[in-house]
């Protein structure tokens, strides 16, 4: 169970990482570089995929009602105080950029990644804050959650 849980968040880590060096490379690098976008795409769509997959996890362990949807999941990890609830929130409005990331949605563009990513990357940090508290057995220091800006 641990190394599963461990995966998921190195998953999110790395892949956050590379995100937020994709973004200090600048909007119009971004947009004009197909690679960039691409990746952004990728790295992105495993993220939210990462999250969704620990949360799934964490449900099935601890006996939680069967979510019936993807937002379900945030939706229950909240009724459980895994995660408040507003983040829950947040974190379906980034499930839907997933959505339209896994079905190609044409619609979906370099700017609206970037954004994403600039904007909605600190939603994952915190989904990632709050269930590492909530694992942390009784009695040991908690991580802090720090607002992330990134728009710098």
Request: glycine residues 4%; hydrophobic residues 40%; proline residues 3%.
């Amino acid at each position: 169970m641990q190394d599963r849980i461990d995966y998921y968040f190195g998953q999110i880590d790395k892949n956050n990482s590379l995100l937020l060096r994709l973004s200090e490379t600048g909007l119009d690098r971004f947009i004009e570089d197909e690679l960039s976008f691409n990746a952004g795409c990728f790295l992105l769509q495993r993220s939210i995929g990462a999250c969704i997959n620990l949360g799934i996890h964490i449900i099935t362990t601890h006996g939680f009602s069967k979510p019936q949807s993807y937002h379900d999941i945030f939706d229950t990890l909240a009724s459980q105080k895994v995660i408040p609830e507003d983040l829950a929130e947040r974190l379906k409005d980034v499930l839907s950029i997933r959505n339209q990331l896994v079905n190609l949605d044409p619609e979906l563009d370099a700017l609206s990644i970037f954004n994403t990513i600039r904007h909605d990357l600190a939603n994952i940090v915190a989904f990632e804050k709050h269930v590492l508290n909530w694992l942390r057995p009784p009695g040991l220091e908690r991580v802090k959650h720090e607002d992330h800006d990134q728009n710098r």
